[in-house]
């Protein structure tokens, strides 16, 4: 560097240096903070695809926000005011009319609709999107199933505007699972373009691409730190969204997550822990929305395969010795919704979640314990999911504590992230603290894949019964063809036979809280507990 | 000069291969599944097992080592699963952010130990020496995510003097055009001052956090040599002749003193980059060691493996350097292999 450059740039230093540096922004800026949403939350998406690989929870909110679907839901305002997703009403996205029949269901879709880059919406591109799904195998294929979606024969492109979808079977979960995240609709010849041999569905492309036409595009992204999203003005299939901006960094300290939401830099802050929200909607310096979350339960999981938890003595034993009230307090701080104690004689509801009738009472333990002829109890392991152990740790400790009073030693097995899965297929870890939601909201859907002789992964209780099974296959037929009566009368038996024999012991239903500044609103809870942008708003 | 650069670069080959072999086993012998993990909740054992085979894990090791191998020698580390983006792209990204606030962070830990270690070491006994080992044993015996929460909170959250914790830039500021990827530099080269004074205010924290953990190492080491140059017959000479305790200290005695610092500099350099990872988590910094540290967790081997070649390469490099500068420092050094 010459010496007259040298002056120059110590010239330019001292002259940045003196320009007045505003504590506060300058106008554009204000007025673009004013249209731009910060969201902050502990992990970032690995891929902005549903259909690709591994794609994690926070993909699944990119998927959401920047694909349409056929079909959403409505909106209906809960007893607490707060706001949801209606599971009953569907509205129009993609498509903008549609017709059922018992046999298929045919979409009229919108005349205008593009994708972000200005090629119009064929139903040609739907009937990808969904051949797509069921085909890729994994997860989106699962879910796709989960509603007798399987065979691409099923679905049809009638012309540029009509789509059709056959159904191989009488199935009421068939036009829910249309409205879920994966049958997104993607911008079939781009992805072709892009697709190689190898890669014939084009995941690769769409990992970090966006080929849809949804409300928001994703405008910048750094993997693991921020993803900033751009508001689609040519959005034609719903109201336009309020925000222009979306700006979603990675946080990954819960500490800062609440400092920023508290200090008012960020607008939206997700994934704290209990305590945190607990406290913060005590304060009452931001907003704390909480949420039951839908068809989800946190429970204690027995294996019924071998012994002493194929008794089911043993099994209520254990029912009556977990600290309930302890693990709502201590645990979850309040927020959650508690699931026993419901009096002995009160009939079941026909719905689910629903409270079962144990209680804490150590001494019908014992005696449980004693009928069963483990009057000296026994040792066992107690596993949990150290991925999610701010709420597992706590909750293990307690339930420990409360086995050791009825005689029965449990060691705590602390199981890392990667492998808890693996070690769930396995299905041999005798007693397990574990959590299942399922998306669509439907008591019979949770008992198929939680307690269904099948033995998904979900059912890691190993419970066979074919009672159990004939009810729950009975239910879902019944729920096909509309025969309400036949329906309430399965729900409810299976459901009463689920709490007798307790192969899993429910402990609450857990809720999804979002602390957000007061400024912001128009927040909704939706089944896939990830954030809808479409709806939000600043005043 | 330069054949020896050569010869010393020849001579860490073995150690990177054993590294890769090392890191190739070590990974593998985790007991997390990532076919598993990236299957998802809902998989079922064929999803699994598909998932296994896209990822090539159901071959046998010694048939993945050759294809990592083979990959390996054409630049390419692989891909990560949990972030969905090629290694090596991530480690090109990342290892700037970790490089810059490592340096900054040391810049700031050596302008305060290494003045601190010299008065120190010139009054022995004195107030100074014992403030001096407080600092520096107070400053290493914190952890360092408690240093960095500690200070986040009373100078982000009770202060608010300090920017909001979100990592390398202020949300309303993009990266200045990469050069080095180091934005203080880079915003520098790009005369953008606006970019250079917020990414340095974003730095503060972060690099307060880290010399705060660094004093000690650095401190401690120039008060020890400082002191065993001090009592030699040279200094004792230069005193005697009636030079200036000025000269005697800075001239004669700190340069002799250097060579056990700059090792303990580059010992500590290349030590605070992977283990900076709680700051970098701290500070949503996005650096190398929690894209390592979160792979892990999800048994993402290509990352880890990725990780540790670079931090050897990285560590065969500094060495190097520190071996070339003690030759500028003390002519009676040579460069042996």
Redesign the interface.
């Known amino acids: 560097m010459k010496r007259r450059d040298f002056l120059k ?1 110590v010239t ?2 001292s002259a ?1 240096g003196a320009l007045p ?1 505003p504590a506060v ?1 300058s106008p554009a ?1 204000a007025q ?2 004013q249209e ?1 949403l ?1 969201v ?1 939350s502990e992990y ?1 998406p ?2 902005f695809d549903i259909h ?5 929870r926070p993909g699944y909110e990119v998927s959401w926000n920047c694909y349409d679907r056929l079909m959403s839901h409505g909106e209906k305002t809960l007893p607490d005011g707060t706001s949801s997703y209606d599971r009953d009403k569907f509205t129009p996205e993609l498509a903008e009319d549609w017709n059922a029949t018992d046999t298929s269901i045919t979409f009229k879709l919108r005349k205008n609709a593009t994708f972000h880059d200005g090629t119009a919406i064929t139903a040609k591109d739907v009937k990808w999107s969904f051949d797509r799904a069921v085909s890729v ?3 989106p294929s ?2 796709m199933k989960a509603g007798s979606l399987e065979k691409p024969e099923q679905f049809v492109a009638v012309d540029d505007r009509t789509f059709r979808v056959d159904f191989i079977r009488k199935d009421k979960l068939t036009i829910p699972d249309l409205a879920v995240i994966v049958p997104a609709v993607y911008h079939s010849d781009l992805i072709k373009k892009n697709a190689t041999e190898k890669d014939p569905w084009g995941l690769e492309y769409t ?2 691409n966006i080929a849809g036409g949804g409300a928001f595009k994703v405008t ?1 992204w ?5 993803v900033v999203f751009e508001r689609n003005d040519d959005w034609k299939n719903g109201d336009l969204p309020k925000v222009r901006r979306v ?1 979603w ?5 819960a ?2 997550r609440r ?2 939401i ?2 008012g ?2 607008d939206i802050s997700v994934d704290l822990p209990n305590k945190d929200f607990a406290e913060l909607k005590h304060v009452g310096k931001v907003s704390v929305v909480t949420n039951l979350i839908g068809n989800g339960i946190s429970y204690i999981g027995m294996n019924c395969k071998s012994p002493p938890f194929n008794n089911v003595k043993v099994r209520q034993a254990i029912a009556y010795s977990i600290p309930y009230q302890k693990i709502m307090d201590a645990v979850m701080f309040g927020l959650a919704g508690p699931m026993f104690g419901s009096k002995p004689d009160a009939p079941i509801a026909v719905a689910w979640p629903q409270p079962h009738p144990y209680n804490t009472d150590l001494a019908k333990a014992k005696q449980l314990l004693a009928e069963a002829g483990y009057s000296n109890g026994f040792d066992t392991t107690l596993s949990f999911d150290l ?1 999610f152990a701010v709420v597992n740790e706590p909750l293990c400790v307690l339930v420990q504590e409360s086995l050791a009073h009825i005689g029965i030693k449990a060691t705590i097995n602390k199981i ?4 808890w ?2 070690e769930l ?1 396995k299905k041999e870890m005798p007693l397990i603290s574990n959590f299942f939601s399922g998306w669509l909201d439907y008591p019979e859907y949770f008992f198929f894949w939680c307690y269904h002789g099948q033995n ?3 059912n890691t209780m190993s419970y066979q019964d074919k009672d159990m099974d004939a009810m729950i296959d009975a239910a879902r037929a019944a729920a096909a063809i509309n025969d309400k009566a036949g329906y309430e009368k399965n729900v409810a038996s299976f459901v009463k036979k689920a709490f007798d024999e307790v192969p899993r012991i429910p402990l609450f239903q857990p809720t999804l809280s979002m602390a957000m500044q007061k400024n912001v609103f128009g927040y909704r809870y939706w089944f896939h507990r990830q954030l809808d942008y479409r709806t939000l708003a600043k005043a | 000069m330069l054949s020896m650069t050569l010869k010393r670069m020849m001579v860490a080959l073995p150690s990177l291969v054993g590294v890769v072999i090392v890191t190739f086993v070590l990974t593998r012998a985790l007991p997390g599944d990532p076919a598993a993990y990236f299957a998802g909740p809902a998989a079922t054992k064929e999803a699994i097992d598909q998932i296994r085979s896209k990822l090539g894990l159901d071959k046998p090791l010694p048939t993945q080592f050759v294809h990592y191998v083979w990959d390996l020698a054409r630049g390419d580390l692989g891909q990560s699963l949990s972030t969905g983006q090629p290694v090596a792209t991530e480690i090109r990204t990342r290892l700037p952010a970790s490089a810059e606030l490592t340096l900054v962070g040391l810049l700031v830990s050596m302008t305060i130990a290494v003045p601190l270690g010299i008065l120190a070491a010139t009054r022995p006994g004195s107030i100074v020496d014992h403030t001096c080992r407080v600092v520096a044993t107070a400053g290493v015996s914190l952890p360092v995510f408690f240093t960095g929460l500690i200070l986040a909170y009373v100078f982000y959250y009770l202060l608010g003097l300090s920017p909001a914790p979100l990592g390398r830039l202020d949300i309303f500021y993009s990266a200045p055009p990469r050069v080095t990827g180091l934005y203080l530099i880079d915003s520098a080269f790009a005369r953008d001052w606006e970019v250079f004074a917020a990414s340095l205010k974003q730095l503060i924290l972060p690099a307060a956090t880290l010399g705060i953990f660094s004093l000690a190492p650095i401190a401690r080491m120039t008060r020890a040599s400082m002191l065993a140059v001090l009592v030699s017959d040279f200094v004792r000479t230069a005193r005697a002749s009636g030079l200036s305790p000025f000269t005697v200290v800075f001239t004669y005695a700190f340069r002799n003193a250097m060579l056990p610092v700059i090792t303990t500099l580059g010992m500590v350099f290349s030590f605070l980059l992977g283990a900076n990872v709680l700051v970098e988590k701290v500070f949503a910094w996005p650096g190398i060691g929690s894209y390592a540290v979160e792979a892990l967790i999800a048994s993402d081997f290509a990352p880890v493996q990725g990780f540790v070649l670079t931090m050897a390469a990285m560590y065969v490099m500094l060495n190097l350097l520190i071996d070339i500068l003690y030759g500028l420092i003390d002519p009676r050094v040579r460069i042996e292999a």
């Open positions: 740039s330019a230093v940045a540096m922004w800026k673009a903070r731009t910060l902050v970032s690995n891929n690709g690989v591994g794609t994690n195998g994994g997860f699962f879910q990992k970090t910048r750094q993997a693991g730190t921020e700006v960094r990675t946080v990954p300290s500490g800062n400092a920023l508290e200090r830099d960020a991925g890392p992230g990667a492998n899965r693996n297929l998904a992964v979900f």
